[in-house]
């Protein structure tokens, strides 16, 4: 099992003018990741840090403001290797659902909301098969099934339904067709716990069945704990972190990620918890140097000025940290 | 190609498309006696009267009569004799029963108020008699010299009823004081004319008539010897006059009757068979009676009751410049409101020529001024050549007779011996020195006497009058009229007749019609627009009432002439055009129109008498 | 107020477009003023000149009558525009009111005023308005024509404001407003007016464009007072003398054009606005003119916002 | 029944008190008009020729009579409605005795005719067309359009008019000039396609200015949808750029476009007025114009009444359906 | 029905909402809360956490309390005063006073076109808590300083120039300035990031100890009312399911639902991740037209009488449940089980 994705200084940007104001936001900037088929790929990190923009950029659907501006994106599949940036508008259109598939933010409202679900399956099925209307409903009625969830939704329209089944049922229209490759962009924030639990489980199931890959952003290291196989830290447009659940959950390495595990509250204590102090950086103009250096209580000199570079700190486990560099390689850095 | 832009599917070359002048309110419904009844042009070409007047020669034309009335010596009694072997068109021939039970029917019943013939034969409390099969005799409770204007009629007159058809109708709708509500549908519609009716648009927009099968049995078929077109088709085109130039140059109208001058010379452009009266300059028929002043209000502005501000006002108008330039040089001009046409100018205009010629006026401190200038129509002519058109006859024959001199110094000094004076920017003031304003108001729907009341309105107030024009739609504008809430306005008129009478047309300048401004005129029955009281014109008013003008004509004539130069010294107002109609036809598929070469008929085919021009048509080809 | 006026002028097309245009009849307003004679009179042209296309002299041409067609559109627009404007002010002003109260005061004044309202929609303006005029014919002036058209136009206005209320009763910042004891008419007007009067703007060049439409049409059916030049008077007189038939194009071009010309120029103008009210761009200008200040701050030596904040709570970690 | 109660009866009570308000206003106005119908009418019959004054007194005491405008305003108004209620509107005056609902039978066909067909050509070619350009915005074709109907869209129904006359009935002489169809009415094809030539351009007419304006509508309405996540994500899975349109952006945008089509009704009838007197087209409106001017009382106050109830009829008819035509919840 | 000693601050008994909801041609009611009871003592500030998943009635049960929208049905009391029978003049003399609202988000609860200070200058007049307008800026910057915050920092500035974390500062020192007795917080952390979470949290932790305030913090975030909350509230379909002190309510949930919340908590201690699975094909928004338990559809512990009876409230274990586990009255006969039932 090797990559099925893989990015290599990847840097994206908004690049907006509006009303005379150019701005341009760094939301990607300079990530290189890899991930391998089958696994369960978490990204982790504050609103805004540029979580949903990677994914965009790594599903290939971005238009303008959204601007690649260096790097590349590269899909493994079937032996081949595709590279987003050369990619036809037929090609995407092939790849997408069939092997590629994406599951929203917002669960409210990716559902066409005055068509009943089955036509919505529908839509979503003929688009990439050649199938006729009771055929995709069919189809669409066994998958329901097979996930457990009730067949009654198929005649609903989409407020019928509760914000929970219905981001149930965009997970199922996103992977009906048994995409290789899913992207799944917080498919559970503004779920509550039980709910929340229910589309993990399905995520899982769906993910499991055909042993697909599944990359999950969601700010909720909770979610990533239960699902994850690996997960990323993001910060400010900056991968900070990489490594196994278990090892980001256990032994973060970069004081941000330390501060976001120690920061969660659980129903073990109600002992005060301290809360990352500051607030994140407008990536429109990022700080100088590591990007947390301002919020940092381990800041040095250098990392106000030197941006640093990801390290490997054990096999598996990456981080960009001038700190750890330098308790690594045991010698003060300049 | 075949025109498809027709209501009806009927082959063009069998219909004969005219221009009608209303839309129709009531459609289907041919009992034209009641009140409300259609306009009676609408059934030209199907109902008769007595006589009917030729517009352009002012002589009888015979119609149902065979003859001219005959009067008793006090005018109470009137003897006609009927035509014979006029036949309606279910065959039953027309006879004195027909006109018996059509005055006894019409007295009898109010609803049958149509043209106000039953309240006057009421009020002369008419009695009919049939003399004999084809003579009737009627009797007045009092003097009427003019009784049979009832039956002539000019646009409208009394129709005759088909008795057989009529009193059985009487019968279905439960007595003869029903037959207000009686409704005549086309397909019963019985006539004495050429023509009956098939159908029409129950929006009002055309009406088909077909030919009747005996046309040689019908009144115009006796009369002219002639059949006219299978079919005819009246379309009324809005008021557009644009929209009729349009359909003649898509020959879809074969005449119409009158337009603007510029949809004229659009016509003549644009629809290469297309002409009027005339082939050239100025083309329009010139000869309808009526024409076009600036009446003033007696007792509107206070400055109006003076008869040298209403001189000044005159002799501040550029006649020239008004009737070519504003009216395009194609209607006639006239001093008074009798229009010149061939007929009245020898009657009236050319005999007082004279008179008026050496009509002085007192400028003040003495200085007396001689007004007319003889020359006009040959000014006219004069710029009609320099526009590069041929002046076909005689100016004054073309252009009218002779107008007031254009003398801005003599009006300065009319209204300086009124008690005017210019103020300060050469503005007029009154004689309390305010401003003097005057109140212009016209309608626009009537293009020529509009652009004469721009012409009043450019002049005067180059010559420092403050004027305020109004335009207002007809209701209002005549609204304004009847209670005299105007000051100068821009009606038409004629007090002669077609046969130069002119009683019936100035009884109602009498004063005892008089109301005061405020006061609608109307209830008294008269013509009070003017709040107008003058002992001179009564006392002629008087003297012409006792007058036959058939019989004593020359009388007559002489006492008009005395009420003409009364009128004309006090210039009550300010006359300055006569009719003209651009009745224009397009010969691509009917020929046989009356023309200044060939002027069979008169070619105001929607009055009574122009109907029979109708009957002349031919197919082009 | 005029820094939304010089962004909307550099950074929106349409609304320079539009405004290019409605600057162009403002000076040919002006213009007006400068007229030489009143420029309805007529024989002011010399004879040889009358009835003439466009010259040098006469850029757009001459009436047959000697009236000199620039003048006179000059004119004419200014008194289209005064209709208009009375039109507008009136109709907005009822609109506004009736729309705000309604939606405040809610409940049963609500619901008789919205009966009202929607009687009024449903009522077809243009015959009443003929019906009127015809009544008030002779009386007819531009003013009175003017507060006609806005008698009319009001009903769906004032049900937009309704709308717009509504939405803003509901917004958290005025429950804001009355948790911190603002009254209601302290609310209406420095809390909700702001965000009301884009919207009015926009409305009001649909306004505009209603009233320009009717006063010409009200022309053409001659019942306006047709002596005074408006482009609906024009427009009149130049199919009375049958202008474009008889040669003379001119006469009616110049009327129609520049009420074409104008409404488009309304038109975009108010495109302009409303693309400068949505909502996603406003965020995006907001964005970016918050980026600008930043600068501005930063340039100054002054904290980033939040600075004071993370550096206090630093404090408090260390402790 | 609670939405009977909560609902439906309020909005029927609604059309009621409209209807009622709008007639009595269109009672009340034409009253204040200085314009007395008889005089008008025995100054047309009068007009051309001579006639004895005493005459034209009696004639007036006859025709008050008849025309019944004898009474208080109020007893006129009273009378006015007991006569409504029977179904009756009185007789013409203009035309008298002829019924006022004489006129509306011969005239309503046409209106209603014209402008059930030009509203829903303009409303569904608008909301089509529109859809399409706001979907499309960025390509040229769709700019090139937009552009063109911001020109004509401001443009008076009037002035479309004089242009389509002079262009289709002079330049080109395509089209007819005045009437309604060709002939008696009959079902033969002939007489059909004659209706259809014949409204040809008093039809589009209102078209161009209906379409315009809800071509300006749609695009926006489609502008704002398109960056709905909805719309987004379909795109996104590549579904169809036909589907999407017609059942998400159309589909969408389609209730404003519903609820709003009874309202514009009322606007495209002032098109109608303008364009039947333009064309010669038979109809309510042109009728309407000319009982204005001659102040036909009743004339006026059937039409008027026929439009006022057929657009609330209209409107309320959408409201009551509006459910159907929307799947979602509404809050109340 | 809870009796205590002391005057309650609020008094909320039997509350319900009723919604009207048309879909169709169908109209039905909707109870947004139903029969909920809560009572707050005066003697004693607490922070109350209401939870519940979304569309549980927990916005709405706010709203009345703040007397913005008026109940349907049974008690609302703020110090003996029934909420909806005060007067215009006396919500804003006496109520406003003493209860104010700190809204989910910060940028909404600020008109965006004006200065953010103003409406903390607005409610220092409009409540005249300062006897010269003069000192209104010395107040300010007292207030602000409980949230951490300095006038200068704030002064002259747009909602959108702050942060998110700054502007719910600003929001809640805007409700501090009339020394409130209550706070009504619907969700004023969900806006936020993760790391401004919890400094707004534990802000109202100071609060409550240092200014006496009471606070009521609705949120569906577990963990946070956990860690905040002195009493907990949950709420199910417009129910009050289960309520009690906090400690108890989370740590040993009675109710089904609440056991089924807190075995949903994902949690971050390396593995605890689910073994066992959920059904999930219930469509939750049927539970509203339920007659009898609102649960029953989905609860493990489902009875025959669940099905058509509305659960007692009953007192047990130190907290009040809604469910027929902990009748006593009902005959143990009955109570038979039930797999759940896939409705
Ligand atoms: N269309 C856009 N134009 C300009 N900037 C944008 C745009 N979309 C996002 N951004 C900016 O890009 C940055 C990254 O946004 P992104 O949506 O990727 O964040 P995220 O990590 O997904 O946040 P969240 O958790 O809130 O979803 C943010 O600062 C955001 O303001
Ligand atoms: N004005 C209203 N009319 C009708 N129904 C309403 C109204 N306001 C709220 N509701 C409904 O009442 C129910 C409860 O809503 P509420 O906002 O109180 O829930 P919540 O628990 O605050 O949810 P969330 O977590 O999403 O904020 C919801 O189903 C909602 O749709
Ligand atoms: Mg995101
Ligand atoms: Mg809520």
Not at chain 2, 430 to 455: C, F, I, K
Not at chain 2, 581 to 590: G, I, L, M, N, P
Request: glycine content about 8%; charged content about 20%; hydrophobic content about 40%.
């Amino acid at each position: 099992m090797g990559a099925i994705i893989e990015t290599k200084n990847l840097r994206a940007y908004y690049i907006t003018k509006a009303y005379g104001v150019e701005r341009t936001v760094k939301a990607v900037d300079d990530i290189s990741l890899e991930i391998q088929e089958g696994e369960v790929y978490g990204i982790a990190g504050e609103s805004g840090c540029g979580k949903s923009t990677l994914l965009r950029i790594l599903l290939g659907a971005y238009q303008p403001p959204l601007t690649v501006v260096g790097g590349d994106v590269a899909y493994h599949l079937q032996g081949e290797t595709i590279h987003t940036a050369d990619m036809t508008e037929e090609q995407k259109h092939d790849l997408r659902w069939r092997t590629i598939s994406y599951i929203p933010q917002g669960s409210m409202h990716v559902l066409n909301p005055v068509r009943r679900i089955r036509d919505s399956f529908h839509d979503f099925i003929s688009a990439h098969r050649d199938v006729t209307k009771s055929e995709s409903f069919r189809l669409t009625a066994d998958y329901l099934r097979d996930l457990g969830l009730p067949e009654k939704v198929m005649a609903s329209y989409p407020h019928q339904l509760s914000g929970g089944m219905r981001q149930r049922v965009t997970i199922a229209l996103a992977t009906i067709l048994w995409p290789k490759l899913i992207f799944a962009d917080e498919p559970t924030t503004a779920l509550d716990v039980v709910v929340q639990r229910g589309v993990i489980q399905m995520l899982k199931d769906v993910q499991q069945k055909e042993g697909s890959t599944l990359v999950l952003i969601t700010h909720d290291i909770g979610v990533h704990a239960n699902l994850a196989h690996r997960i990323a830290i993001l910060y400010a447009g900056k991968l900070v972190e990489e490594a196994d659940t278990r090892t980001i959950l256990t032994n973060p390495r970069h004081p941000y990620t330390k501060y976001l595990i120690e920061s969660l509250p659980n129903l073990d204590s109600r002992e005060e918890r301290m809360s990352i102090p500051g607030r994140p950086p407008a990536l429109d103009r990022p700080p100088s140097g590591c990007r947390f250096h301002e919020r940092c209580p381990l800041v040095r000199d250098i990392c106000k000025t030197i941006d640093p570079q990801m390290i490997q700190v054990e096999p598996g486990h990456r981080t960009a940290c001038h700190v750890v560099e330098e308790e690594l390689s045991h010698e003060p850095v300049a | 190609q075949e025109p498809d832009g027709l209501p009806v599917d009927v082959p063009r070359e069998d219909l004969w498309v005219f221009d009608q002048i209303f839309r129709w309110g009531t459609v289907g419904n041919y009992n034209v006696w009641r009140i409300g009844g259609s306009t009676p042009f609408h059934h030209a070409l199907m109902l008769e009267t007595f006589w009917n007047r030729d517009q352009e020669t002012g002589e009888f034309i015979h119609a149902l009569a065979d003859g001219d009335p005959v009067y008793n010596d006090d005018f109470s009694e009137m003897s006609v004799n009927l035509r014979q072997g006029v036949m309606w068109s279910d065959g039953e021939e027309f006879d004195a029963d027909d006109v018996v039970y059509t005055i006894e029917t019409i007295k009898a019943v109010p609803e049958l108020g149509q043209g106000g013939w039953h309240p006057q034969l009421v009020d002369f409390d008419v009695q009919v008699e049939k003399t004999g099969d084809f003579s009737v005799h009627f009797t007045l409770n009092r003097s009427n010299p003019r009784f049979h204007t009832l039956f002539e009629s000019r646009w409208n007159g009394v129709y005759m009823m088909p008795s057989h058809v009529v009193s059985a109708a009487a019968e279905a709708v439960g007595g003869t004081e029903n037959l207000g509500s009686w409704e005549w549908a086309a397909e019963d519609v019985v006539v004495l004319g050429n023509y009956l009716p098939v159908e029409a648009d129950p929006n009002g927009y055309w009406e088909l008539f077909r030919r009747r099968d005996d046309p040689e049995n019908s009144l115009a078929g006796i009369i002219t010897g002639g059949s006219g077109p299978p079919y005819a088709l009246s379309i009324f085109y809005g008021n557009e006059n644009i929209r009729k130039a349009i359909a003649m140059s898509r020959n879809e109208l074969d005449v119409y009757f009158d337009v603007d001058i510029e949809s004229f010379e659009f016509t003549l452009d644009n629809a290469s068979k297309a002409r009027s009266w005339y082939t050239d300059f100025p083309w329009a028929y010139p000869n309808e009676v009526s024409s076009r002043q600036l009446a003033m209000n007696m007792e509107g502005d206070p400055m109006l009751a003076n008869k040298d501000v209403r001189w000044a006002l005159a002799l501040a108008i550029d006649i020239v410049e008004l009737q070519t330039e504003y009216i395009g040089g194609v209607a006639k001009v006239t001093p008074f409101p009798v229009p010149p046409t061939a007929k009245l100018y020898n009657l009236y205009h050319g005999p007082m020529t004279e008179w008026l010629t050496n009509l002085q006026i007192d400028l003040g401190d003495g200085e007396m001024y001689n007004p007319y200038d003889p020359t006009v129509p040959d000014q006219i002519a004069a710029w009609a050549e320099e526009q590069g058109f041929a002046v076909p006859g005689e100016p004054h024959e073309v252009f009218g007779s002779g107008w007031w001199k254009y003398d801005t110094d003599a009006a300065e000094k009319l209204l300086i011996k009124a008690g005017l004076s210019r103020g300060g920017d050469g503005q007029w003031l009154t004689p309390d020195g305010e401003p003097w304003v005057l109140d212009l108001q016209s309608d626009p729907s009537e293009n020529d006497a509009y652009r004469m009341g721009q012409a009043a309105f450019d002049m005067w107030t180059d010559f420092g009058v403050e004027v305020n024009f109004s335009t207002l739609d007809r209701n209002t504008w005549d609204q304004n009229h009847f209670v005299g809430s105007y000051e100068v306005s821009t009606p038409w008129t004629s007090f002669a007749l077609a046969s130069g009478d002119m009683w019936p047309q100035i009884r109602g300048r009498h004063s005892r019609y008089y109301a005061p401004v405020g006061e609608d005129y109307r209830p008294l029955g008269g013509d009070g627009v003017r709040r107008l009281r003058d002992d001179r014109l009564d006392e002629l008013i008087d003297a012409m009432e006792s007058v036959n003008p058939v019989s004593q004509e020359a009388e007559n004539i002489e006492i008009n002439t005395q009420l003409l130069q009364h009128w004309v010294e006090n210039m009550f107002d300010i006359t300055c055009i006569a009719f003209k109609k651009f009745v224009t036809w397009d010969e691509t598929y009917w020929t046989g129109f009356p023309t200044a070469e060939n002027p069979n008929y008169q070619p105001l085919y929607w009055f009574q008498g122009g109907k029979y021009a109708i009957q002349n048509l031919h197919p082009t080809s | 107020m005029l820094t939304t006026i010089r962004d909307l002028f550099r950074f929106s097309l349409s609304f320079r477009f539009g405004s290019l245009i409605l600057l162009l009849v403002a000076v040919l307003i002006a213009t007006s003023f400068f007229a030489p004679y009143p420029p309805e009179k007529r024989r002011v042209v010399p004879r040889k000149m009358r009835g003439k296309p466009p010259s040098v002299e006469y850029v757009l041409g001459t009436t047959a009558l000697g009236q000199d067609v620039f003048w006179m559109l000059t004119a004419g627009v200014k008194n289209t525009l005064i209709i208009a404007s009375i039109a507008v002010v009136i109709g907005r002003g009822i609109g506004v009111l009736l729309g705000m109260i309604s939606g405040y005061l809610g409940g049963a004044a609500d619901r008789i005023i919205q009966s009202i309202v929607e009687s009024v929609i449903v009522i077809p303006r243009l015959p009443l308005l003929i019906l009127v005029a015809v009544i008030l014919k002779g009386e007819l002036t531009f003013v009175t024509l003017g507060i006609l058209i806005g008698a009319l136009d009001w009903a769906y206005p004032s049900k937009r404001y309704r709308a717009q209320v509504l939405s803003l009763r509901e917004r958290d910042f005025t429950h804001t407003a009355v948790f911190s004891g603002m009254n209601t008419v302290k609310i209406v007007i420095q809390e909700h007016l702001p965000f009301i009067i884009p919207y009015m703007l926009a409305d009001v060049v649909s306004g505009f464009l209603f009233s320009i439409g009717i006063e010409v049409t009200l022309s053409y059916l001659g019942l306006n007072d047709l002596n005074s030049l408006s482009l609906g008077t024009m427009i009149y007189w130049a199919n009375e003398w049958s202008s474009i038939f008889a040669g003379k194009p001119w006469v009616m071009i110049a009327p129609v054009t520049a009420s074409i010309i104008m409404v488009v120029g309304f038109y975009l103008v108010s495109i302009g606005i409303s693309e400068y009210l949505d909502p996603r761009k406003r965020l995006v200008r907001l964005q970016a003119h918050q980026a600008d200040l930043a600068l501005e701050l930063e340039r100054e030596g002054a904290r980033t916002p939040g600075g004071a904040f993370s550096a206090s709570l630093r404090k408090e970690q260390d402790e | 029944m609670q939405l009977l109660k909560s609902y439906i009866l309020p909005r029927i009570a609604q059309w009621v008190v409209v209807i009622f308000v709008g007639v009595t206003v269109t009672f009340l106005i034409p009253r204040f008009s200085p314009i007395n119908p008889v005089d008008d009418m025995i100054g047309r019959m009068t007009a051309f020729q001579t006639i004895d004054p005493q005459a034209v007194v009696a004639m007036r005491a006859t025709m008050e009579d008849l025309y019944g405008l004898d009474g208080s305003l109020l007893e006129q108004y009273v009378a006015f409605w007991q006569r409504l209620l029977k179904g009756d509107l009185g007789p013409s005056f203009q035309n008298f005795p002829t019924p006022v609902n004489d006129f509306i039978a011969a005239g309503l066909p046409w209106t209603v005719g014209l402008l059930t067909t030009t509203t829903l050509i303009s409303w569904l070619l608008g909301i089509f067309v529109g859809s399409l350009v706001g979907y499309f915005q960025h390509r040229r074709w769709a700019q090139v359009l937009e552009r063109l109907v911001i020109v004509i869209y401001p443009m008076p129904y009037l002035i479309t008019a004089l242009i389509l006359l002079i262009v289709f009935a002079f330049y080109i002489p395509l089209f007819p000039m005045v009437g309604g169809a060709q002939g008696s009415p009959a079902l033969t094809w002939q007489y059909i396609s004659s209706i259809l030539r014949f409204g040809f351009l008093p039809a589009l007419s209102i078209v161009i200015g209906g379409f315009a304006f809800r071509f300006i509508m749609a695009k926006a309405l489609a502008t704002t949808e398109i960056a709905s996540d909805y719309v987004q994500y379909a795109e996104l899975a590549a579904v169809p750029k036909r589907r999407i349109v017609l059942s998400y952006v159309i589909r969408n945008t389609m209730l404003p476009h519903v609820n709003d089509l009874a309202l514009s009704l009322g606007a495209m009838f002032e098109g109608a007025l303008i364009v039947e007197v333009m064309f010669g087209y038979p109809g309510l409106g042109s009728k309407l114009f000319t009982a204005i001017s001659n102040a036909d009382y009743n004339i006026i106050m059937g039409i008027t009444l026929m439009s006022i109830v057929g657009i609330a009829t209209g409107s309320l008819i959408v409201d009551l359906l509006y459910p159907i035509f929307d799947p979602r919840v509404r809050l109340r | 029905m809870s009796q205590s000693p002391s005057r309650p601050l609020l008094q909320i008994e039997e509350l319900s909402k009723i919604f009207h909801i048309r879909q169709g041609f169908s109209s039905q009611e909707f109870h947004a809360v139903d029969h909920a009871s809560i009572v707050i003592e005066s003697d004693k500030p607490e922070i109350f956490a209401i939870v519940g998943e979304s569309g549980s009635g927990k916005t709405t049960l706010a709203k009345m309390v703040l007397g913005m929208e008026v109940a349907s049905q049974g008690i609302l009391r703020y110090r003996d005063r029934v909420i909806n029978d005060l007067s215009n003049k006396e919500m804003k003399t006496w109520f406003y006073n003493e209860v104010q609202p700190v809204f989910q988000d910060p940028f909404a609860a600020f008109s965006p076109l004006k200065r953010i200070d103003r409406y903390l200058y607005e409610t220092v007049y409009n409540y005249k808590m300062v006897e010269d307008k003069k000192e209104a800026p010395r107040y300010i910057n007292e207030v602000l300083s409980e949230v951490g915050l300095t006038l200068a920092e704030i002064a002259g500035r747009y909602p959108n120039e702050l942060s998110g974390g700054q502007a719910q500062r600003v929001a809640i020192a805007r409700a501090l300035i009339t020394k409130p007795s209550l706070i009504v917080a619907d969700e004023p952390v969900s806006m936020l990031d993760a790391s401004l979470r919890m400094s707004i949290v534990n802000m109202f932790r100071k609060l409550k100890e240092d200014n006496e305030v009471s606070v009521i913090y609705i949120t569906h975030d577990l963990a946070t009312a956990y860690y905040a909350g002195d009493r907990i509230a949950v709420m199910l379909r417009g129910w009050i399911v289960e309520l009690g002190p906090t400690e108890q309510v989370l740590g040993n949930p009675l109710h089904p639902y609440t056991q089924n919340l807190k075995t949903s908590i994902p949690s971050i201690n390396v593995g605890e991740t689910w073994k066992d699975k959920i059904d999930l094909a219930v469509i939750e928004a049927d539970e509203y037209t339920r007659t009898g338990c609102k649960f029953a559809g989905r609860c493990p512990a489902v009875m025959d009488i669940c099905q058509d009876n509305i659960p007692p409230n009953v007192v047990h274990g130190g907290r009040t449940v809604k469910c027929f586990l902990y009748d006593e009255n009902v005959d143990p006969a009955k109570k038979t089980y039930l797999t759940p039932a896939a409705t």
